[in-house]
């Protein structure tokens, strides 16, 4: 028995990790205070429902610099990826004020123009101002 | 033997799986997917089929794959068991299901393999369903099967593997589905074991590396290392994972995922418990 639960820690260490792991994440940042792509899944066929992909997202202001202040634009990047971490395709690569916006995304093509096959997606969106940054990441599935 | 065809019909009868050439198995990502020219494992059956050959006893396998940073809404995951036939070579079958942000995917693998000296060949079938209803739209589903073929050959301790995955295929979507070529080499000796990949999937090619080094004696305890590097554009990403024998009989492996486009931050984990029966 006391074999059997010598051998038996390593793999409780491993679950711990695991709902370590399972409990970090979250859609709430620092310069991002909300953000959500919708719809999901979307279809881009071109029948004029759900043929794209919108993120609405809310940018806090930054707590140094003058509310919109030009020291205080925020650099979004949104890139959309692969379940194997590929870049597909840069959808968005601008500068916003803070505040709250719906910005239509994504119409499913790759950065030749090429339709790419249904799955599931991630949405890779940064944002940058110039004190502080926040990275995450949004699932999205596509259909066709 | 008299066993050995109606459970081969079987196989191929309830064949159906998603092909997507990602690591779901603890050790497989640990090894940076890195594996169609290991051996004996149930989790690496979907890389190569000529893999089941080498099993040596009954064994099953699960796997679970989650991701946080955000993406804890995507679940990947696979389950399976191998079944030496004795000398009409070995099969197995490879459950997988990918689930998240309102899509679905599932479906099974059945390789089956045999020895001929120091040369395996393997064969497998592959299909799968997927599903997905967009709102206010009608549900969207379809499936695909495609067919496997493989080989392995040992050299020493060298180890060569080959394999075709979805070398014939089809989808009622009409999807274009392009065969993945994946050829590597392995290195399986004293305490170390390393593999270097090539793949290509039409215009996506990639090398991949695995490196385990075993710790502890009679097999128990194994860190591992492994990199997927595109030949061209991006993505690509380092793993670490460690595995640990228990009782001779029971193995539990553990990898984390670094992509390189995430900022440097461990973005999945993969982690899957495997019995030898």
């Given at each position: 028995?006391?074999?059997?639960?010598?051998?038996?820690?390593?793999?409780?260490?491993?679950?711990?990790?695991?709902?370590?792991?399972?409990?970090?994440?979250?859609?709430?940042?620092?310069?991002?205070?909300?953000?959500?792509?919708?719809?999901?899944?979307?279809?881009?066929?071109?029948?004029?429902?759900?043929?794209?992909?919108?993120?609405?997202?809310?940018?806090?202001?930054?707590?140094?610099?003058?509310?919109?202040?030009?020291?205080?634009?925020?650099?979004?990047?949104?890139?959309?990826?692969?379940?194997?971490?590929?870049?597909?395709?840069?959808?968005?690569?601008?500068?916003?004020?803070?505040?709250?916006?719906?910005?239509?995304?994504?119409?499913?093509?790759?950065?030749?123009?090429?339709?790419?096959?249904?799955?599931?997606?991630?949405?890779?969106?940064?944002?940058?101002?110039?004190?502080?940054?926040?990275?995450?990441?949004?699932?999205?599935?596509?259909?066709? | 033997?008299?066993w050995t065809l109606p459970i081969l019909f079987l196989l191929l009868l309830f064949s159906h799986a998603?092909?997507?050439?990602?690591?779901?198995?603890?050790?497989?990502?640990?090894?940076?997917?890195?594996?169609?020219?290991?051996?004996?494992?149930?989790?690496?059956l979907?890389?190569?089929p000529?893999?089941a050959?080498?099993?040596?006893?009954?064994?099953?396998?699960?796997?679970?794959?989650?991701?946080?940073?955000?993406?804890?809404?995507?679940?990947?995951?696979?389950?399976?068991?191998?079944i030496?036939f004795?000398?009409a070579g070995s099969g197995g079958v490879v459950l997988?299901?990918?689930?998240?942000?309102?899509?679905?995917?599932?479906g099974l693998i059945t390789p089956i393999a045999r020895?001929?000296?120091?040369?395996?060949?393997g064969i497998g079938i592959r299909g799968g369903?997927?599903?997905?209803?967009?709102?206010?739209?009608?549900?969207?589903?379809?499936?695909?099967w495609g067919l496997d073929i493989?080989?392995?050959?040992?050299?020493?301790?060298?180890?060569?593997?080959?394999?075709?995955?979805?070398?014939r295929?089809?989808?009622?979507?009409?999807?274009?589905?392009?065969?993945?070529?994946?050829?590597?080499?392995?290195?399986?000796?004293?305490?170390?074991?390393?593999?270097?990949?090539?793949?290509?999937?039409?215009?996506?090619?990639?090398?991949?590396?695995?490196?385990?080094?075993?710790?502890?004696?009679?097999?128990?305890?194994?860190?591992?290392?492994?990199?997927?590097?595109?030949?061209?554009?991006?993505?690509?990403?380092?793993?670490?994972?460690?595995?640990?024998?228990?009782?001779?009989?029971?193995?539990?492996?553990?990898?984390?995922?670094?992509?390189?486009?995430?900022?440097?931050?461990?973005?999945?984990?993969?982690?899957?418990?495997?019995?030898?029966?």
């Amino acid at each position: 028995m006391r074999r059997i639960m010598r051998k038996s820690i390593p793999i409780l260490l491993l679950l711990l990790i695991i709902l370590q792991g399972l409990a970090s994440g979250s859609y709430e940042g620092k310069v991002i205070e909300r953000a959500r792509a919708f719809p999901s899944p979307f279809s881009p066929n071109g029948d004029g429902k759900n043929d794209s992909l919108f993120l609405s997202i809310s940018l806090r202001p930054s707590t140094v610099l003058p509310i919109y202040s030009e020291g205080d634009r925020i650099k979004l990047s949104v890139l959309v990826m692969d379940l194997r971490w590929r870049v597909l395709t840069s959808v968005f690569d601008g500068f916003l004020l803070p505040g709250s916006y719906e910005i239509k995304i994504w119409d499913g093509k790759d950065r030749e123009g090429r339709a790419v096959p249904r799955g599931v997606y991630i949405l890779r969106v940064e944002a940058r101002s110039s004190e502080r940054r926040d990275l995450l990441h949004i699932p999205v599935s596509l259909v066709r | 033997m008299r066993w050995t065809l109606p459970i081969l019909f079987l196989l191929l009868l309830f064949s159906h799986a998603f092909g997507q050439e990602i690591p779901i198995g603890g050790r497989s990502a640990g090894l940076g997917g890195a594996v169609v020219a290991q051996k004996g494992e149930v989790g690496f059956l979907p890389w190569n089929p000529a893999i089941a050959s080498s099993l040596r006893s009954p064994s099953i396998y699960i796997s679970y794959a989650g991701m946080f940073r955000g993406l804890e809404g995507i679940s990947v995951g696979e389950a399976g068991f191998g079944i030496p036939f004795g000398p009409a070579g070995s099969g197995g079958v490879v459950l997988s299901w990918l689930s998240g942000a309102g899509y679905e995917e599932g479906g099974l693998i059945t390789p089956i393999a045999r020895e001929f000296g120091p040369i395996s060949l393997g064969i497998g079938i592959r299909g799968g369903f997927w599903s997905a209803k967009p709102e206010g739209e009608g549900r969207f589903s379809g499936s695909r099967w495609g067919l496997d073929i493989g080989t392995q050959a040992k050299l020493g301790p060298l180890r060569f593997g080959l394999s075709v995955i979805n070398a014939r295929s089809t989808s009622s979507a009409g999807e274009t589905i392009s065969p993945s070529i994946l050829a590597g080499i392995s290195s399986m000796s004293g305490s170390t074991v390393w593999e270097v990949d090539i793949s290509s999937t039409g215009d996506d090619k990639v090398i991949r590396f695995g490196y385990e080094y075993l710790i502890s004696g009679e097999g128990d305890l194994r860190v591992r290392a492994g990199m997927e590097y595109p030949f061209k554009g991006n993505g690509g990403y380092v793993s670490i994972g460690i595995g640990y024998l228990s009782l001779g009989w029971q193995t539990i492996d553990l990898a984390f995922l670094y992509p390189f486009e995430a900022g440097g931050e461990a973005i999945g984990y993969r982690v899957s418990v495997g019995l030898r029966l």
